[in-house]
């Protein structure tokens, strides 16, 4: 049965070599239409854009369907019916290669604007984390009155501070004041030797101060 098999022809044998050589051909020109039809539909997208940009010979007649088919694959075949049907309809006849970088251009545009609002959405977000959190970090920075405090610079509880009412903190003024004035006295009489030659008794001075009335009965 091997006997009986036909050879292949030198014509067949060229358009095997040359569907495996794709990637490597560039210009077709020269080449007869019969035989571009047997070669080009083994092209990729990429090899028949290649092959038709380097051959100066009009490849339409070949390679239109071959964009239909490109295109069918790109954007589904529903869309491509309602494409066919919109130019029966007008009477408009243009090539699936032009159709299919229109829509490809198109395409990119709709994702580039569709990437740059989710960018600008995104930075947005971000300006909007970065303004919270210097809103809390403003919010837990103490004032200058709590670090005055805290290091020993306040006037502290006897200049009467922890006082609310004013009465109540010029009241314990006062107090402090008479204290401060009657202390040296009360030393200096401690300190006074007795007629008899007895060691003086030593004595406490009780310093009294005035209770604290309510701020009820001082309005």
Partial sequence: MEAERKAPSLLDLCVRK??????????????????????????????????????????????????????????????????????????ARYGWKDLFKAKTKQQKEVEDRMVEALTNK????????????????????????????????????????????????????EVDIQARMEAPFCRRSCDQPTSHGQPPMRTTAILRRPNLISTNQLL
């Avoid at 854009?49 to 589904?76: C, N």
């Avoid at 809103?135 to 306040?154: A, D, E, I, M, W």
Wanted: proline content about 4%.
């Fill in 122 to 173: 995104c930075r947005a977000r971000n300006a909007e984390r970065q303004s919270r959190a210097i809103k809390r970090f403003t919010k837990v920075q103490p004032s200058s009155s709590c670090k005055q405090s805290y290091f020993g610079g306040g006037s502290g509880m006897s200049s009467g501070s922890g006082y609310k009412n004013p009465m109540l903190k010029k009241a314990r003024m």
């Fill in 18 to 91: 040359a569907i495996d050589n794709l990637r490597r051909v560039e210009s077709v020109d020269g080449v007869d239409t019969p035989l571009l039809r047997r070669i080009l539909p083994h092209c990729d997208l990429e090899q028949l854009t290649r092959i038709e940009s380097h051959t100066a010979t009009d490849l339409s007649p070949v390679t239109d369907v071959l964009w239909k088919g490109f295109y069918r694959r790109q954007f589904g075949e529903e869309h491509t019916g309602r494409v066919a049907d919109r130019m029966r309809r007008a009477g």
